[in-house]
């Protein structure tokens, strides 16, 4: 069909058609291109739906995870309970534990139930206290003990609900499958929607989703994001001091100063491949290296700071010396006719112009890095982190998580209230990458230069 | 600060940490994946309390949680290995060989493991019997051994419901696999008369060496599709079964626990599989879970003695203590544990 014979039927002698009228070959020819055109936009279109379908799917799991049904309790702290010394002194009041706090807003909600006269049907107190998470004790103390002025008085204090009484607002928990689960009953349900009613109970934003850290699988409402985005900042910080003027200077030396020989054909053919090798690679050459020869501590962003910055390095590497290369010869030529040195030409001249490229590649990089999970696996990140890292640097050594190995972490779970957690981790993620993306093309189509 | 001072400053960051190596003050755990919620509900509560940091808590596997714990001794390596099966001498062997001499072994309580199907389908009432009948390669049928071509579990058993086999269970490298080995399969294929009839065929030397042969045999399972190993956690197993209605899945009694308006639990021998029925052994498909601590971490990285007492306390292991609410089999002989988790007793040698 697609040969150019001209020898067929119609060359020659027998054009006898108008050319308004096509002849069977530019039909077939056209017919061709047709077809083609319909794959083309099948495909696409097949693309597309893919897409949609995804964000779908991820959107419509995930944004409830950034709601939370609160229960709002006025919890008087009682000082004789709280500070039995008296003294007002943090140290001594950090021995009444999370259990002691815990039944102070259980017997808050008690009475406050009963002082509005709401039907508890035939719920014992006990049952009663299931609908708060355990989490909102340790947030009770936690505040007492910052704030020991607070004894005494009567405070509003909005207290998570159990990951049931939320899923059944947001509908991922029914009468029908209450009356099956054996951590819920349609009791506790109804006394929900009477609280609601009430407007002690409500459904609204929960910004503790960025910023509280991991909870375990008895409390998924508390679960939050916090540990793992200041991993990840943390990670990314390291891997943009290191990569970056590592992998410029490596570019710069290589496409302006260094002999073409053997050797530095070499690396180049190294730097190609290393951009290609399989991430998790990178992992285990992290362990190997920084865990057990170096003796850093597992589980910390400086190691997987350091993993991913050798994993980005060949990745910023390459589009620098692109950059570089793009720059003209002309540039350079008019700088050393001028009498500058060949690094005042580089620095000069050569560098700033290629800049917008090298920044480009370099949050490309960036993303990418933050997006990797598998070399974290094998250094211990894919962990159970609850305590925030200092601030750095020490920080940078204590154990952290990441946003991709949070998300793989909550698929894993076994309650059903962590699956709308790891969708709204992946919309947090998602954000991530779309603002670095965008900054990257920001950042091109305003100071790039063609010439 | 210029872009060079940086990346200087942070090289001797990176240079000063690899050298000082700052005390540890956090414990750090790895291991199974079954274990792995226990651990990581008490570690919580123990981080809240305020005294200690919140222990990292890692997953991985029963296996590479006990690796991990024989790499050596020093602030480098993990405290505590989770293991949802009992250490092997290899592994202690390595540990012995790496520094790590002093092994305390701490068995927290039990964990069953359900067959369940979907909360829709029919009703099903096993017996190893007929889980092996359903999903062994070869049974017994007239004395003979013979392909396994049934279809349906009423096919296999002659009393199950008519519902398609497929049959969801573990793969090779999670502990569980072991258990639902020895008490399922190899019970139902004694019970089947296969185990006979591989024997009889066997020609191994002796009798040893027979049953070695009549073991492999039974844990030989079909591979028309009828039984499909999952490698992920149980919550693949789950997706597959809300993709399948008609499969069969294999699960941890508190991942099931925690799942009970999606599943439908099997009884087996005519048992309901409940903490309960696990704790007085009624229910016969069940393993205990184990904690593997460097003892000579103790006194070295902050918290670890507390930590060990915290999690066997009865608020946490105890039959009315967190982890039971969650799923964990409270062990009956919970007290001697304490009392040996006190007094910092070794592990003897394996029996």
């Known amino acids: ?451 | 600060m210029s872009p060079m001072k940086v990346s200087a400053s942070a090289f001797a960051i990176i240079a000063a940490s690899a050298f000082s190596a700052s005390a540890r003050d956090q414990l750090q755990i790895a291991g199974s994946s079954t274990v792995l919620p226990f651990a990581t509900i008490v570690a919580e509560a123990f981080g809240e309390q305020g005294k200690f940091k919140t222990p990292v808590v890692e997953g991985g596997g029963s296996g590479a949680g006990r690796a991990a714990l024989c790499k050596g001794v020093g602030e480098d390596t993990i405290d505590i290995a989770d293991s949802s099966s009992r250490i092997s001498q290899k592994d202690i062997d390595t540990c012995k060989a790496n520094g790590v001499t002093d092994i305390m072994e701490i068995r927290i309580g039990y964990d069953g493991i359900v067959f369940a199907t979907d909360i829709a389908g029919p009703d099903f009432a096993v017996e190893p019997k007929d889980i092996y009948e359903g999903i062994g390669a070869k049974v017994a049928k007239d004395g003979k051994l013979v392909d396994n071509t049934a279809k349906t579990w009423a096919d296999a058993t002659g009393k199950l419901p008519a519902q398609d086999i497929l049959a969801l269970i573990p793969g090779s490298k999670h502990g569980t696999r072991e258990v639902f080995d020895t008490k399922v399969v190899l019970a139902g294929c004694k019970a089947d008369g296969a185990y006979d009839l591989y024997k009889a065929a066997s020609t191994g030397a002796d009798d040893k060496a027979k049953d070695k042969d009549a073991e492999k045999g039974c844990y030989t399972l079909r591979t028309d599709g009828a039984v499909v190993e999952i490698d992920g956690d149980y919550t693949e197993t789950l997706s597959r079964l809300a993709a399948n209605k008609n499969a069969m899945g294999v699960f941890g009694l508190s991942f099931y626990e925690n799942n009970t308006d999606k599943l439908k639990v099997a009884t087996v021998s005519g048992i309901v599989p409940s903490t309960e029925t696990i704790a007085d052994g009624t229910y016969p498909v069940s393993r205990p879970l184990y904690m593997y601590v460097k003892k000579q971490h103790i006194g070295v990285i902050p918290g670890l003695q507390e930590y060990l007492d915290f999690f066997v306390s009865d608020d946490m292991a105890g039959p009315e203590g967190k982890l039971v609410d969650y799923g964990l089999v409270a062990d009956p002989k919970l007290a001697d544990t304490q009392a040996a988790v006190k007094a910092g007793t070794l592990m003897g040698p394996l029996k």
Not at chain 1, 195 to 221: H, I, K
Request: a positive charge.
């Open chain 1, 1 to 451: 069909m697609t040969t150019l014979d001209m020898t067929g039927e119609n060359a020659g002698t027998g054009r006898s058609k108008s050319l308004f009228t096509a002849d069977k070959r530019t039909a077939a020819r056209n017919a061709a291109e047709r077809r083609f055109r319909a794959y083309g936009v099948v495909a696409i279109t097949l693309a597309i739906l893919a897409l949609v379908w995804l964000l779908i799917s991820i959107f419509s799991t995930g944004l409830p995870a950034f709601k939370q049904t609160f229960i709002d309790i006025p919890v008087t702290l009682d000082a004789a309970v709280l500070d039995k010394a008296g003294h007002g002194n943090p140290d001594e009041m950090a021995s009444v534990s999370t259990i002691g706090y815990g039944k102070l807003i259980a017997k808050a909600l008690s009475a406050e139930i009963a002082a509005r006269g709401i039907d508890t049907g035939k719920m014992k107190p006990r049952d009663v206290a299931e609908m708060i998470s355990e989490e909102s004790a340790a947030t009770l103390r936690n505040m007492v003990l910052a704030n020991p002025k607070l004894l005494g008085s009567t405070i509003q204090f909005p207290a998570l609900a159990n990951g049931r009484i939320d899923g059944y607002f947001k509908g991922r928990v029914t009468m029908a499958t209450a009356a099956l689960d054996k951590n819920t009953s349609p009791e506790k349900l109804a006394l929900a929607d009477r609280l609601v009613a009430a407007g002690m109970m409500q459904t609204r934003l929960n910004l503790g989703f960025l910023t509280m850290p991991d909870a375990s699988d008895q409390r998924p409402e508390a679960a939050g994001l916090g540990v793992a985005i200041l991993g990840s900042l943390y990670m990314m910080f390291i891997v943009l001091v290191l990569a970056l003027p590592i992998g410029v200077a490596a570019s710069v030396y290589l496409e302006e100063f260094a002999p073409k020989n053997r050797w530095t054909d070499l690396i180049e053919v190294n730097i190609s491949n290393l951009a290609a090798v399989p991430s998790i690679v990178y992992g285990i050459l992290g362990l190997a290296i920084f865990i057990n020869f170096g003796g850093l501590p597992r589980s910390t962003a400086i190691v997987g700071g350091l993993v991913l910055a050798l994993m980005t390095l060949p990745r910023i590497i390459i589009p620098t010396r692109a950059a570089l290369k793009a720059v003209p010869p002309s540039i350079r030529d008019a700088a050393l006719g001028v009498g500058a040195s060949r690094l005042q030409t580089v620095m000069h001249h050569v560098l700033p112009l290629a800049m917008p490229g090298v920044l480009t590649g370099t949050i490309i990089g960036l993303a990418q890095a933050l997006g990797e999970t598998a070399p974290l696996l094998l250094i211990g990140m894919v962990a159970f982190v609850r305590d925030f890292p200092k601030a750095p640097p020490m920080g940078l050594l204590d154990p952290a998580s990441a946003l991709p190995v949070q998300i793989f972490n909550w698929t894993q779970r076994g309650d059903p209230g962590f699956v709308e957690r790891a969708s709204g981790a992946i919309i947090v993620l998602l954000v991530f990458l779309i603002v670095m993306n965008t900054a990257a093309i920001i950042l091109r189509r305003k100071y790039e230069r063609r010439w």
